[in-house]
């Protein structure tokens, strides 16, 4: 099962935290996919939209300031389709 942790603007450590304690809980269970994985030079989008295609279950990690963001919306949005 792959889990794919969301976050945006102040919430980057809460998920950065999440995705650990997940994969230190589940693990070899189920694998995270955090955005801050993505490597240098890499197609970001691209990266997403695999990860996001390939995920069985999301955590969207929401503050009051990044509810509005973009990406917490495309995410979320592509989250649950």
Known sequence: MKVFVSWSKNSR??????SDAVREIFDPVVDTFISQEILAGSRGLDTIDGELNDTDFGIICLTRANQTEQWINYEAGALSR
């Not at 450590?13 to 999440?18: E, Q």
């Open 13 to 18: 450590g809460v998920g950065k935290a999440v």
